[in-house]
């Protein structure tokens, strides 16, 4: 780890002036991702914004009948809420699907919104890697590629967004709201992660001298018919080859809102308006997913090692979807999959 | 190019197992190395030092945590549980004698780890059975394969407590 400097900020207006003051400052709240990345020598911070401590830790219900959900929220705090059990359990799913218990006792929600590719290129700086050092080229693009993306790519980076929570708040139509020098804002979690495109060294929208306060929930939580599926290399601890979060709502075994969302497949979680319209007034049936599931994939392509992933995201889809018809959604536990 | 001055050493209190610690570190000090390097408490493991292992696991206000990835001056002022600290006066935490029953460790190295974890682990109270029991220790590896054992230790404390 390099040195650097630390303060720690009294509230949010500190910590945007804070930022402000130093352009090679970085807030720090759990520490699990960027203290990782310090050690590796990727994140060289000059100074760490500790947020920790600001009371940005309320889950309060919106006047629409939504949750508005603090940024520094503990992972584990979210997944065990009452109100996340009950009205958005894939939400409380998909976030017990990911890391250790440990680590969620540690995450925030506004860090799990801003953690950065597990590309083993990204973390080794003796290779070349758009994302950690613009210009260097990309070297898992024709290098060990397994478990990159095969959708949204550019010709600049094929990294994927690591996040299980960010997969579900974007079935779920979720907004995150942003505080900044020049005021208050917010936008869709859609909208928050970029595509590489040429600039994959940008993970999100994020501003440099922003702070994420809080994420908000629509009231809509497709509490009966919803699963999050991850499939990974071993049962528990793993990131995502591919995950899908997917919400129905059902009259009899006739779809009317549908929410489909992957993960550990592009570079932000991968949604289409368009499969999941394919879905609404369609029965519920296994032939109808595969069509959906069709066009989310479309597009699709693969590197050398990462070709399983097209198939494997397709069976996953049709997966998921059976069990948010039967209201039998993945277990994180038992591991058995319906 | 980051600012290579070296800052002042912050001044830091934290309650250890119960004891006022009172000490000056550098901010890049994790809680890990503060405990084993600075307060002598070498239960505590450096596997991964990552996050990736669980070896590093103790309680920080009753949570289980990875103290290789916080820092010890963002932890001023929290009360640390380790190891060294689970024993009552003279006698074993329930969890310490159902892994020693249960022989839930060969070389141990993994096992202050594993048993803050699951000291935080039933206080949390969300295990029921076996299969929840392994998916919320998963963030503790064992690479003499205990497993088995570690979760019969687990199951005999849960059934006591
Ligand atoms: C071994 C291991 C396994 C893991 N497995 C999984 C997994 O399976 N699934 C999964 O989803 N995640 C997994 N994770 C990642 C984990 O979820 C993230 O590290 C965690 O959510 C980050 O939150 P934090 O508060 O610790 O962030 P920090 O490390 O404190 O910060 C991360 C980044 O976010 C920025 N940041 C933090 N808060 C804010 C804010 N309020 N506004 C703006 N910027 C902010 C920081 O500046 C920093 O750049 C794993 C991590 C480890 C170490
Ligand atoms: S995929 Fe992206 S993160 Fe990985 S080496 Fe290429 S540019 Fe870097
Ligand atoms: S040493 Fe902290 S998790 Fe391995
Ligand atoms: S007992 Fe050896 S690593 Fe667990």
Known sequence: MNNFQYSRASDVADAIRLLAADPGAKLIAGGTNLIDLMKENVERPSRLIDISRLPLREVEETPDGGLRIGALVPNSDLAYHPLIEQRYPLL??????????????????????????????????????NKRSPGTGCSAMDGLNRNHAILGTSNSCIATNPSDMSVALAALGALVHIAGPSGLRTIALTDFHRLPEDKPHLDTNLGSGEIITAIELPPHGFARNYSYLKIRDRLSYAFALVSVAAALELEGNAIGEARLALGGVAHKPWRSLGAEAALRGQAATPDHFGRAADLLLQGATARSHNGFKIELARRAVVRTLMQATSATPQSQAHKKIA | MADMTIPERIPINLVVNGERRALEVVPWTTLLDALR?????????????????????????????????????????????????????????????????????????????????AAGLVAEGRARDADEIRELMSGNLCRCGAYPNIVAAIEQAMSRS
């Open chain 1, 92 to 129: 409380a799913s998909a976030i017990l699907a990911g890391a250790s218990a440990q680590l969620r006792n540690m995450a925030s929600v506004g860090g799990n919104l801003m953690q950065r590719t597990r590309c083993s290129y990204f973390y080794d700086t003796t290779t070349p890697c």
């Open chain 2, 37 to 117: 390097d600075r307060l002598e408490l070498t239960g505590t493991k450096k596997g991964c030092d990552h996050g990736q292992c669980g070896a590093c696991t103790v309680l920080i206000d009753g949570r289980r945590v990875n103290s290789c990835l916080t820092l010890a001056v963002m932890k001023d002022g929290a009360e640390i549980t380790t190891i060294e600290g689970l024993a009552g006066d003279g006698a074993l935490h329930p969890l310490q004698q159902a892994f020693i029953d249960h022989d839930a460790f060969q070389c141990g190295y993994c096992t202050p780890g594993q048993i803050c974890s």
